[in-house]
C-alpha cells in the first residue's frame, strides 16, 4: 500500500505526521510520489481558525473527486481524516465528508495499525476514536527515525491554560509532559541520523515538567542542559512557549547554552491589559515586557517573535493601539497575526461586543504593516554581518541553497549542493522583509 499524508497547521502536526508515517512504514507502506498514486491517504487537520478548518473540508471535496477517479481504473482509497479538526466535529466530519473510512483523534495515533486494519475488513463503515486515553501515545509509536538536518521533538503536549479563544485544551486534552530519558534517547537518535538542530515542541512547551530516572519531576531548563550536553547536536530551540511559564531559571539558559538560537517566539496575543484578562491569560503587558527584558539582558543578541489577535471581543480602538505599543517597545523580528475567530466551544465565542469584520481587517493591516516595518528594520540591519546558516533545501538555481540564520530568517546563497545540511559561515549581501542572501565567508 502507499500513502500520501497532507499536513495542516501548526508545527505539532508537523511532527505528529512525521511520526505517523513511520507507523504506516512498520507496516509495510511505502510513501506515495502524489496524492493520486496513493491507496491510503490522510489529511493532518487544524481547528484553530475557522478558515483552517474549513479548509481540511474543502480539500477533502478535492480528494474525493481524486477518489472517485481513481475507482473508475479500478483503484480503491482509504481515506482517513485525523488531528485536531477530529476531535472538535467528531462525527460531524462523516456528514460533510461521508466517503471519509476513518477519524482519528490527536492523542490515539498509536492505534491506527488497528484501524487501518479494521477498515480494509470491512469497507464502507466509518471508524472513529476521539478517545483521551490512559495511556500515552509516545510509550506505543515506532522509534522516531526521521532524518533531516532539522528536525522536530515533542517533548510536551495539551494545554492547561484555557485561553478563552482557543481550542487546544479540547483538541489536544490535558497538559502531558514525555519522561527526560524518553525525549534525551529520541534526541540523540535524531542527531545520529544527522539532525544538526532540533526544535522541541509543545503547546505550551516552557511548562514542561517530565519525570527523570528517579521519577523527579524536572522542568525546561534541565532538559535544555541535558540536551546541550549531546555532542553533534547544534542548535536547539523550543516552541511554543506561555509567558506566564517563563522562570529564571529558563531565562539563564539563554545566558548559558551557546546551542540555544538567539530568538524565541513567546506569543503575547494584545498588549492591553483589558483585553489579556478576558482572554483569560495569565500575565499583563508590563508583566510581558519584564519578561523580554530579563531575555535581553540574559542574552543582549536575543531576538523575539509572537502571537497577536486583533479584533478580540470587547477590543476597542484604545486596547489595540496598546498592542501597537507594545510592538513597539518589543521590536519583534517576525510575528504571525490573525483576525479573532469564533471556536464553537470556547468561552469567548459567546462574549458580548464581538468586532465586525471590517474592523477586525482594519486592524490586522495596521498591525501587519508595522510587524513587517520591524521585520524589514532587523533584516537590513543584518547586512554586513557574517552569520552562521544551516542549510536544509535546495533552491531554485543550480548550486543555490536555502537554510536558516540563528534568528529563522530564510537565506539563499550560492554555495554549492556539498554544503546541503551543514552550518556555514555567510556574509549577508541583501535583504527584503522575507529573507536574506549572502556569500560563503571562508
Ligand atoms: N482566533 C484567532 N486566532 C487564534 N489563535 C488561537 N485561537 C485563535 C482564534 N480563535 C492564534 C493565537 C495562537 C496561534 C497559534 O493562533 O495567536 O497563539
Ligand atoms: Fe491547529 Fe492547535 Fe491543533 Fe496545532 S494544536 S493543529 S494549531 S488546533
Not at 462523516?94 to 473510512?101: C, G, M, N, S, T
Not at 530568517?409 to 546541503?420: D, F, I, K, R
Amino acid at each position: 500500500m502507499k500513502y500520501y499524508i497532507k499536513t495542516f497547521g501548526c508545527q505539532m502536526n508537523v511532527y505528529d505526521s512525521g511520526r505517523i508515517a513511520g507507523i504506516l512504514q512498520s507496516l509495510g507502506c511505502k510513501e506515495a510520489s502524489g496524492i493520486r498514486d496513493a491507496d491510503l491517504v490522510i489529511f493532518n487537520t487544524c481547528h484553530i481558525r475557522e478558515k483552517a478548518a474549513e479548509k481540511v473540508f474543502s480539500d477533502l471535496g478535492r480528494l474525493n473527486i481524486i477518489r472517485e477517479e481513481r475507482a473508475a481504473e479500478g483503484k480503491e482509497t482509504i481515506i482517513g481524516v485525523v488531528g485536531c479538526v477530529v476531535q472538535a466535529e467528531d462525527e460531524q466530519i462523516w456528514k460533510r465528508a461521508p466517503f471519509v473510512d476513518f477519524a482519528v483523534g490527536p492523542l490515539v495515533y498509536h492505534r491506527l495499525p488497528e484501524i487501518i486494519a479494521k477498515v480494509k475488513r470491512k469497507r464502507g463503515n466509518f471508524i472513529i476514536d476521539t478517545d483521551f486515553p490512559v495511556e500515552t501515545k509516545f510509550d506505543f509509536l515506532p522509534e522516531n527515525n526521521s532524518s533531516g538536518a532539522c528536525s522536530f521533538l515533542a517533548v510536551q503536549e495539551g494545554c492547561d491554560n484555557f485561553c478563552t479563544y482557543c481550542v487546544v485544551p479540547y483538541t489536544r486534552g490535558a497538559e502531558y509532559s514525555r519522561p527526560v530519558e524518553d525525549v534525551l534517547k529520541e534526541a540523540r537518535r535524531l542527531v545520529e541520523n544527522g539532525s544538526l538542530e532540533l526544535n522541541l515542541l509543545g503547546q505550551n512547551v516552557n511548562s514542561y515538567h517530565g519525570e527523570d530516572k528517579n521519577g523527579k519531576e524536572r522542568n525546561l531548563a534541565f532538559l535544555l542542559r541535558r540536551l546541550a550536553e549531546i555532542d553533534g547536536l547544534r542548535r536547539i530551540r523550543y516552541t511554543t512557549s506561555y509567558p506566564a511559564d517563563m522562570d529564571d531559571e529558563l531565562i539563564e539558559c539563554h545566558h548559558d547554552l551557546d546551542k540555544l538560537m538567539p530568538y524565541l517566539h513567546l506569543p503575547v496575543q494584545s498588549g492591553s491589559d483589558k483585553i489579556l484578562k478576558s482572554m483569560n491569560r495569565r500575565h499583563t503587558s508590563g508583566d510581558y515586557l519584564r519578561i523580554v527584558e530579563k531575555l535581553y539582558k540574559a542574552n543582549p543578541k536575543l531576538k523575539m517573535s509572537s502571537d497577536f489577535i486583533v479584533g478580540f471581543p470587547g477590543e476597542t480602538d484604545a486596547d489595540f493601539q496598546a498592542t501597537l505599543e507594545l510592538v513597539n517597545q518589543v521590536k519583534y523580528i517576525q510575528a504571525f497575526s490573525f483576525k479573532y475567530s469564533r471556536r464553537p466551544g470556547t468561552p469567548a465565542a459567546v462574549m458580548n461586543g464581538q468586532i465586525e469584520e471590517k474592523i477586525k481587517k482594519e486592524r490586522l493591516e495596521i498591525l501587519q504593516k508595522l510587524l513587517f516595518d520591524w521585520q524589514n528594520k532587523f533584516n537590513q540591519s543584518c547586512i554586513g554581518q557574517i552569520m552562521p546558516v544551516l542549510f536544509e533545501h535546495k533552491g531554485r538555481h543550480a548550486g543555490q541553497l536555502i537554510g536558516r540564520t540563528p534568528y529563522m530568517q530564510n537565506l539563499h546563497a550560492e554555495v554549492g549542493t556539498e554544503n546541503l545540511n551543514h552550518i556555514i559561515n555567510i556574509k549577508i549581501t541583501a535583504a527584503t522583509v522575507n529573507s536574506l542572501s549572502g556569500t560563503p565567508e571562508i
